[in-house]
């Protein structure tokens, strides 16, 4: 049924949709010139891909309630031709952590940042086999934050050994 106010809304949308379309033309065109410099195609390796696919499923994915260790994006060095990373390293997992990282022994802590080393280089593996047989072409940092702010290394994984800082 055609009230009159129906009618008016209908003239209405009629006569306001060809503007709002322009609108939405003209701000995509200022917004075109704009980011217009973003929009060329860029020529990347297959490694950049591959390696891009992986991070958006691993950049923070070890970071759990109840976790010290913090995962951060993985980047390939091309310089020495290897994979990159770091593991941020928590004091406490929670506020009232009763079990600080400072408090563990030194067991306890290689064999948390070995868990950490051996799901990332799995993970990292489905896509990159040559790191379970190339453990040289894999580095891992695990970045302690001091009470001042600053970081310190607690460990490192390189060449396929552990090393911890003490």
Avoid: C
Wanted: cysteine-free; charged content about 15%; aromatic content about 10%.
């Amino acid at each position: 049924m055609n009230t009159p106010m129906t009618l008016v809304l209908s003239a209405a949308i009629v006569l306001l949709a060809p503007s709002l379309s322009h609108a939405q033309a003209s701000t995509a065109d200022q917004n075109a010139r704009t980011l217009g410099k973003y929009m060329v195609h860029q020529q990347i390796t297959r490694l950049e891909w591959e390696l891009l696919q992986f991070n958006l499923l691993w950049a923070g994915s070890y970071s759990t309630p109840g976790s010290y260790l913090n995962s951060y994006p993985v980047y390939f060095d091309q310089k020495a031709m290897r994979f990159t990373t770091v593991f941020g390293v928590s004091e406490r997992r929670e506020s009232q952590d009763p079990d600080p990282w400072s408090s563990l022994s030194r067991l306890k802590r290689e064999s948390i940042l070995q868990g950490a080393i051996n799901q990332l280089r799995d993970l990292l593996a489905q896509t990159f086999p040559e790191v379970k047989s190339s453990p040289g072409v894999l580095l891992i940092e695990f970045r302690y934050r001091q009470g001042s702010g600053g970081f310190v290394n607690a460990a490192r994984y390189d060449n396929g050994t552990l090393t911890l800082n003490e």
